[in-house]
Nanobody, 125 residues
């Protein structure tokens, strides 16, 4: 399975922006849809966004739609999550993961694996 390494994140102000990156080191990356999930303290991990293997299809949760943008660069084996208009409720540890079966419409946590190490995003007012 692909190994994913995350970067970016950190503190931000309400209405600010942050960018998360998820990088692979082998071309098996191109075989997987890649998703972003997040987990706030005391809550279950929740779906944020997913991008297809080609990068042409994206899906978002209602909570982040129109504020976050997921994209991928297969040449550099990267997926990015641009987060704009940040809200306090966006505070969480964010994880990228590979969708282990090609089901781009699925938002089941069980379909994802090969998780990155997690990145803290903290939004304050």
């Amino acid at each position: 399975q692909v190994q994913l390494v995350q970067s970016g994140g950190g503190p931000a102000q309400v209405a600010g922006s942050l960018r998360l990156s998820c990088t692979a080191h082998d071309t098996s990356f191109k075989m997987y849809n890649i998703g972003w999930w997040r987990q706030a303290p005391g809550k279950e991990r929740e779906f944020v966004a997913v991008v297809s293997r080609s990068g042409r299809i994206t899906h978002y949760s209602d909570a982040v739609k129109d504020r976050f943008t997921i994209s991928r660069d297969n040449a550099n084996l990267e997926v990015h999550l641009e987060m704009n208009s940040l809200q306090v409720d966006d505070t969480a540890v964010y994880y990228c993961g590979a969708q282990l079966k090609n089901a781009i419409g699925s938002r089941s946590l069980a379909d994802f694996g090969s998780w990155g190490q997690g990145t803290q995003v903290t939004v304050s007012s």
